[in-house]
């Protein structure tokens, strides 16, 4: 599968590349329209703040693209950030509006008397099937850095929460709209595996 790295300047591109690589992906570390548009599933990571990164994908004009690509049937991931990207809006800094593909919004994660941001592993609960977590078990370990989450408006997207202050969630799945709040490219062999599952997953026709 040839998987478009989303690389708008935001993210751990090059370990998320490597995590690709290494499962099988032929991966393509780019901006360019033709290139995303062309691939066989997109990865869209991301570290730091939700409006400036909406930005940036509108300034390159990807924030349409992947709409299109996505209601196309083309498997899309979002990492950290990047699966807050996928959601209608964020309350972070001055507030921004985001890609829309999934209901809800993010907002900072309540957690009173924890340190924040939620730096470290976490037991993220799987809490239906989802093709993302097949082969997984009930439950795995990963690293997480965040300070916001994600508000799903409908709970049957939410595929895995973890528990940090709040239950939270840590995996969202619909049809081929996908997210992870974690890192699976910081976290060992189940990170791996997660990754191993989005790359198998059928071609849009």
């Not at 799987?126 to 409908?154: E, I």
Request: aromatic share 6%; hydrophobic share 45%.
């Amino acid at each position: 599968m040839t998987v478009a790295l989303v690389d708008y300047g935001m993210g751990n591109r090059r370990s998320v590349e490597k995590a690709l690589e290494h499962v099988g992906a032929r991966v393509a570390r780019t901006a360019d329209p033709e290139v995303i548009g062309a691939a066989e599933a997109i990865v869209l990571p991301g570290v730091g703040a939700y409006p400036e990164a909406m930005r940036r994908l509108r300034a390159l004009e990807l924030d349409g693209l992947l709409r299109e690509r996505a209601a196309a049937g083309v498997p899309l991931l979002g990492i950290c950030l990047g699966m807050q990207l996928l959601f209608e809006s964020s309350t972070e800094h001055e507030g921004a509006a985001g890609l829309g593909l999934l209901g809800g919004t993010v907002t900072r994660l309540e957690a009173p008397g924890l340190k924040i941001p939620h730096i470290g592993w976490n037991t993220v609960t799987f809490t239906r099937p989802a093709r993302l977590t097949a082969g997984l078990g009930a439950a795995a370990p990963f690293y997480h850095v965040h300070t916001f989450a994600c508000r799903p408006s409908d709970p049957d997207d939410v595929a895995g929460t973890g528990d940090y202050g709040e239950r939270f969630a840590s995996i969202v799945e619909r049809g081929t709209v996908m997210g992870v709040q974690f890192h699976p490219e910081k976290s060992s062999l189940d990170g791996l595996a997660l990754l191993r599952s989005f790359v198998a997953l059928p071609v849009a026709a």
